[in-house]
């Protein structure tokens, strides 16, 4: 997903820091899988809150418009 999809307005900026193993492990999964760091931290967020229950239909919803 393109973030020039996703309106500015509906975009929030989340800075974290991981350690080096983790980066790599990061790296290599992104480049398994065909996305970006961002796209990859945005599926797996929505598969975990999507199994804790934690996430409306909206919010699927939304993600699934800002892919096509």
Known sequence: MDKKQIP???RIYKGFYIQD???SA????CK???MSHSEFIRYCLMR???ELSL???EVHRDERNNQN
């Open 26 to 29: 990061l790296k290599k999964a």
């Open 21 to 23: 193993g983790l980066n």
């Open 48 to 50: 975990i809150l999507s």
């Open 32 to 34: 398994k899988m065909g």
């Open 55 to 57: 996430i409306s239909e």
């Open 8 to 10: 500015r307005s509906k």
